[in-house]
């Protein structure tokens, strides 16, 4: 199982960027992958997940009606589109699995990692 996320870079107040997380080893059907941040001295937080099957999303309250989680079933990646970025969205960005069809916001819940991409909104 791998997972490979890609996109992050710097970016001023009220920008945009799109992350992407190329997934690969597993069959997609079964899992959900999400995203998630970490920024400095804080925990690791839930952005936003999807189901690889159906069209179930989930978001933190703190990006929704800015981000948006989908997918592309032919290159099997999910992207995370972030519009309005905020000073406070800056953080390393995280993609990962899970098997099953519920789309946990906890951390824990995941079995699967890419490494980071960092996101830095700033002016």
């Known amino acids: 199982v791998q997972l490979q996320a890609s996109g992050g870079g710097l970016v001023q107040p009220g920008g945009s960027l799109r992350l992407s997380c190329v997934a690969s080893g597993f069959s997609l059907d079964e899992y959900c992958i999400g995203w998630f941040r970490q920024a400095p001295g804080k925990e690791r937080e839930f952005v936003a997940a999807l189901r690889w099957s159906g069209s179930n999303t989930r978001y933190a309250d703190s990006v929704k009606g800015r981000f948006t989680i989908s997918r592309d079933n032919a290159t099997t990646t999910v992207y995370l589109q972030m519009n309005s970025l905020k000073p406070e969205d800056t953080a390393v960005y995280y993609c990962?699995?899970?098997?099953?069809?519920?789309?946990?916001?906890?951390?824990?819940?995941?079995?699967?990692w890419g490494r980071g991409t960092l996101v830095t909104v700033s002016s």
């Open positions: 990962a699995a899970r098997e099953g069809y519920y789309l946990h916001s906890d951390p824990n819940e995941y079995d699967y």
